[in-house]
């Protein structure tokens, strides 16, 4: 049987696509769609509503406007801790994202271009700490601050946060796949020094793995709340997620509906950085896909 001119020039490995095969992924794609976003929009439309009214009528539309009202009801409560708390997360994780970030790209290339002894058993048990929950370290940092006197203070919030195997991991395969070697002997030939290479040559083609590894420890900063829960007790200092629990389980002190908007005020910061840096963010997660 001839082979069509379709099928003659299609990369190998390549296979046609059904329309069942076609709808098949595009229903799945929009139920996972529909699973993420709904509980975003729930909170869009909710956050909208006029003050006590956040929990009537339909809950998934419109029913009046009244977010700049329900705006200035979350900074007035508690003379205007919310602010402070905002203004925590974004110290916290914005540090600890750019510095975790730094750190990161340093140990990664360090790995993946510089031979040493142990570095197979150094990327082991970098591998080894991506799959190790953060979670499992709060209770020891907890006990190691209290020893050295850290506790309630922005230290024991930032030192944990800015370690990241998995930001080392993504930076050591990154610049593993995208530096060449090349270019790194002709920088010394020309007399540049190791980390003149480095930062002038080499992060910068790490530029998509850099701002990946950002945007993912600044979410993670920002939505960590077991840590600062637990070494944090002065609310003045609290992130903006531990802040809002407190008021959920304030016995009604707080309204409801005041905690709902102050909800949806702290994830406009993660968009506004998913917005800003998501082509960064889409080339970083297919570093090491292509060899």
Do not use: C
């Not at 975003?40 to 339909?58: C, E, R």
């Not at 801790?81 to 905002?86: D, Q």
């Not at 480095?198 to 600044?218: G, K, N, Y």
């Amino acid at each position: 049987m001839t082979p069509t001119l379709a099928s003659a020039t299609r990369p190998r490995g390549q296979r046609d696509t059904t329309p069942a095969s076609r709808f098949g992924v595009m229903a799945v794609l929009l139920l996972a769609a529909f699973y993420f976003l709904m509980p975003i929009w729930w909170l869009i439309v909710a956050a909208t509503k006029p003050a006590g009214h956040q929990f009537s009528g339909s809950g998934l539309w419109f029913d009046g406007f009244g977010l700049v009202e329900n705006i200035a009801l979350v900074f007035d409560v508690n003379d205007g801790i919310f602010g402070t708390w905002m203004l925590n997360s974004i110290f916290y994780s914005g540090t600890a994202a750019l510095i975790g970030t730094i750190i990161s790209a340093m140990a990664g290339y360090a790995i993946a271009k510089y031979a040493f002894r142990g570095r197979g058993v150094v990327f082991g048990v970098i591998l080894a700490a991506v799959l190790i929950p953060k979670v499992m370290f709060t209770l020891p940092l907890f006990l190691m601050f209290n020893q050295i006197g850290l506790l309630n203070t922005p230290l024991a919030m930032l030192l944990p946060s800015i370690v990241s195997p998995f930001g080392v991991y993504l930076a050591s395969v990154f610049a593993a796949q995208s530096v060449p070697d090349e270019l790194i002997e002709a920088g010394r030939l020309d007399g540049a020094g190791e980390f003149r290479i480095f930062r002038s040559v080499s992060m910068r083609i790490m530029t998509p793995a850099l701002v990946t590894i950002f945007l993912f420890q600044f979410v993670e900063v920002w939505n960590n709340y077991l840590l600062p829960a637990m070494v944090l007790n002065d609310s003045s200092l609290q992130p903006v997620v531990v802040g809002l629990v407190g008021w959920s389980a304030s016995n009604g002190n707080v309204p409801a509906g005041t905690v709902v908007v102050g909800a949806f005020l702290s994830i406009i910061p993660l968009v506004i950085a998913f917005l800003s840096l998501q082509r960064f963010w889409r080339a970083g997660l297919t570093a090491g896909a292509i060899k």
